[in-house]
């Protein structure tokens, strides 16, 4: 799993262990004690204010724009998603900084090229629960308007916080990081009725000792679904009376926080109150969107991409 994250040498001793340069992704967060680490796309955009961010975001997009590459010197192209309400100041941001790596870059809503990948492209509502943020899309027929869709930053790295504070209440004494949560999340994290306990081996005051942590991990992905479905309610109300039933058996859940056991039975339950409810996982919940990147990519020519985004290095 790819995190976007650039981590910094500490100090002079910690460049002698890792090296000078900033390191991305996985291995930074293997280093981590050496580093300071950025995640400059945090809330899913970069924080406007802070020149530490803009650079990580700068060593992040190079990074991956040299994986594509490989090695070659040709130009790259490049789709860059993000959530569906950022700023045209945050979008335009993101360009200036491709514009130093690619030839040509567009910066299109994330849930939208989901629906791309899907074929999903009318009387369909996807659900994009990422790291930073959760991203909901209205989709008829026409590239998305900004009141067809919305962001909230109750993803990922919320539950993650959340459930190490439930857990830091509920056991005082016991060590647990947002990793360590987000481990036990990433293999446990439900909705509902519990399957099986969810047993986790913490330390306490340096022993290991197993914690049952069934309650904390319901209670804190359940804190998400208040605000899926209060959008929803919204969003819905925006289609065409007549579409609105078939929107309601067309909704998508993408992204890695869609891996949360029970959360598409829990959704279409409380929406029940308009009807027949079908909510879908996609596989592959992570790689959906840039799929459909690709997808869209291959199949729209670029002189029709602004129609799309915001772009730079159409002729
Ligand atoms: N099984 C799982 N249950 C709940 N959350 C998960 C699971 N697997 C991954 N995640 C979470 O999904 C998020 C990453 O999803 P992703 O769609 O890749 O996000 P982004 O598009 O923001 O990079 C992370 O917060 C990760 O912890
Ligand atoms: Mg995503």
Redo the contacts with the bound molecule.
């Keep these: 799993m790819c995190r976007s994250v650039v981590g910094y040498p500490k100090d002079v001793i910690s460049e002698r262990m890792v090296g000078s340069g900033p390191i991305i992704g996985q291995d930074a967060i293997k280093k981590r004690s050496f580093l300071d680490l950025c995640y400059p796309l945090a809330d899913g955009v970069i924080r406007e204010a802070s020149e530490r961010d803009y650079d990580a975001a700068y060593e992040l997009i190079k990074h991956v724009v040299g994986l594509a590459k490989q090695g070659t010197d040709s130009p790259v192209s490049g789709i860059i998603?993000v959530p569906a309400r950022a700023s045209i100041m945050n979008k335009e941001l993101l360009l200036d900084i491709a514009k130093e790596v690619m030839s040509v870059a567009l910066v299109v809503s994330?849930p939208f090229m989901v629906a791309y990948q899907l074929g999903k492209l009318s009387n369909c509502i996807v659900i994009?629960i990422?790291?930073g943020t959760v991203d909901i899309c209205g989709m008829k027929g026409t590239v998305p308007a900004a009141d067809d869709q919305v962001t909230f930053l109750k993803g990922g790295d919320f539950i993650d916080g959340r459930l190490e504070a439930a857990i830091a209440r509920h056991y005082p004494g016991v060590q647990i990081t947002d990793s360590v949560a987000c481990a036990i999340k990433e293999a446990h994290a439900f909705v509902g009725e519990a399957t099986a306990p969810v047993i986790a081996k913490l330390r306490m005051e340096g022993k290991p000792v197993a914690f049952d942590v069934t309650e904390d991990v319901r209670v804190v992905c359940e804190s998400i679904v208040p605000d899926i479905v209060e959008q929803l309610e919204t969003l819905i109300m925006k289609f065409d009376p007549e579409d609105q039933e078939e929107a309601l058996k067309n909704i998508i859940l993408?992204?890695?926080g869609s891996r949360i056991r029970g959360l598409d039975r829990m959704i279409a339950r409380q929406m029940k109150d308009y009807g027949e409810i079908v909510v879908t996982c996609v596989d592959d919940p992570?790689f959906v969107?840039s799929a459909g990147a690709l997808r869209l990519a291959t199949e729209i020519p670029a002189d029709k991409w602004p129609e799309i985004g915001v772009m730079f290095g159409a002729d």
Excluded: I, L, Q
Aim: glycine share 50%.
């Design positions: 998603g994330e994009d990422g790291a993408a992204g890695g992570e969107g």
